[in-house]
């Protein structure tokens, strides 16, 4: 029998703690259900700023003006007297290619034009003897056209002669190659003893590249939806990967007006155009073809405008259109394609905080700077904006929303939180 009580009376404890401990939660679950939802955000204050729009776009460094070296005649190289990197100057020799056959077909229509020419004077002289006679009736028609069709054909054999010869001379003289303008040897790519080929009707062998280094730009691939936004002698501060520290002022010289498309028929099909910035460099700093780079073309600047960090800008359905459970399923939803805004009519807006809650104000964006957006809405100017976290202003924060702002720079005055 006691030993029946003992376990009745522990099941009994084991019971009343079971029960404390549900008592207890569902205390906890209700004081926590009666408990205001407040969000932590920082805040900017709306100001007026010199808002500069920019197009980002990377691309590699070239000199304004490079021509390729190509052959134009076949044949070993005999000499090639410069070295990449070297400095050339107009005229300079460049390269030789052995000359032995060419200059064999050059005397060969040098002599086909002695012999036209003894030909020619023969057959004018027949020509201008059968004239005499067939005006003295000495000789019949048919003697008088022969001599002349002789004499006739006489001059073309001389012209075509004279048209060999200078074939000829022309294609001898491009067994030398001399250099088409002042510049640097970028880039050299045969040596001596190599063979090279070419032709008048197709691109022959290339042996080098002779650039201007003094004169660099940036070529940049822009897309198709900034490109409409970039002019000619807009400004661009170009980053160079090789020059960390230094940022290299240019304008845009030159858009191309066809587009390069790569993937095409695929989904990653992307469409660019070419933008070519001159570029200012500095003394004693030495830029190289294909070195990478990133530019920042400054499209538009408008100055004292009302900006808010590009952040703050967020987007919500309009309150006329909102229905009863609307409101979860568009905070889960991700509008942030231009399709997506206009499927679901939302609205751009920014979350004011007044006495501790947080109101939606529609507003219109203008320019877009790298960190500030333009608004057109005067009455914001000097109120706080929430600038942060982006899961409250992207997610949490609806009107009216409780919210509590920490900022970093921030010192409490009098129980409320004022910037520093």
């Known amino acids: 029998m006691a030993n029946g009580k003992k376990s009745s009376r522990k099941k009994l404890i084991v019971f009343l703690i079971i029960g404390v401990v549900v008592i207890t939660l569902v205390a906890l679950v ?7 939802n407040i969000i932590t955000v920082q805040t900017e204050k709306v100001e007026r ?33 410069v070295r990449e990197g070297q400095r050339v100057a107009k005229g300079q020799l460049l390269v030789r290619i052995k000359p032995d056959a060419y200059q064999a077909q050059f005397e060969r229509a040098q002599a086909s ?11 004018e002289a027949e020509y201008k003897r059968a004239s005499e006679l067939y005006e003295k009736r000495l000789v019949s028609d048919a003697e008088m056209d022969i001599a002349r ?9 001389h012209a075509q002669a004279q048209a060999s010869l200078k074939e000829a001379r022309e294609t001898l003289a491009k067994t030398t190659i001399y250099s088409p303008m002042d510049g640097v040897v970028s880039q050299l790519l045969r040596e001596v003893a190599e063979r090279v080929s070419g032709s008048t009707f197709t691109q022959g062998t290339e042996i080098m590249t002779v650039a201007d280094l003094a004169r660099m730009e940036a070529r940049v691939d822009v897309g198709e939806n900034d490109i409409i936004l970039v002019s000619g002698g807009d400004t661009a501060r170009v980053k160079v990967d090789a020059y960390t520290d230094s940022t290299f002022v240019g304008v845009v010289s030159q858009i191309a007006n066809t587009a390069k498309t790569t993937g095409v028929g695929t989904q990653d099909q992307v469409i660019n155009f070419e933008v070519r910035i001159l570029l200012k460099t500095p003394p004693g700093v030495e830029l190289r073809p294909g070195m990478s780079m990133t530019a920042d073309i400054e499209t538009e600047t408008r100055q004292n405008v009302l900006a808010v960090p590009i952040q703050s800008v967020t987007v919500r359905a309009p309150k006329m259109e909102r229905k009863e459970g609307e409101a979860e399923a568009e905070n889960d939803a991700k509008p942030s394609t231009l399709a997506g805004r206009k499927e679901q009519k939302l609205d751009e807006v920014v979350f004011v905080v007044e006495d501790g809650q947080a109101k939606t104000v529609v507003v219109k964006r203008g320019l877009t700077s790298d960190t500030h957006v333009e608004i057109a809405s005067v009455e914001l100017e000097g ?32 129980g409320s939180i004022a910037q520093q």
């Open 149 to 157: 069709a002789s004499n006739q054909s006489a001059k073309a054999s």
């Open 49 to 81: 700023r010199t808002i500069t729009q920019i197009v980002t776009a990377t691309g590699k460094i070239q000199p304004v003006t490079q021509v390729k070296i190509n052959a134009e005649v076949s044949g070993e190289i005999v000499e090639l007297p």
């Open 383 to 414: 109120k706080e904006v929430v600038a942060g976290p982006f899961r409250a202003i992207n997610r949490e924060l609806e009107n009216g929303s409780k919210v509590k702002v920490e900022n970093k720079a921030a010192r409490r005055t009098g």
């Open 30 to 36: 209700i004081m926590g259900s009666g408990r205001e």
């Open 113 to 123: 034009l002695t012999i036209s020419e003894a030909n020619l004077v023969k057959a």
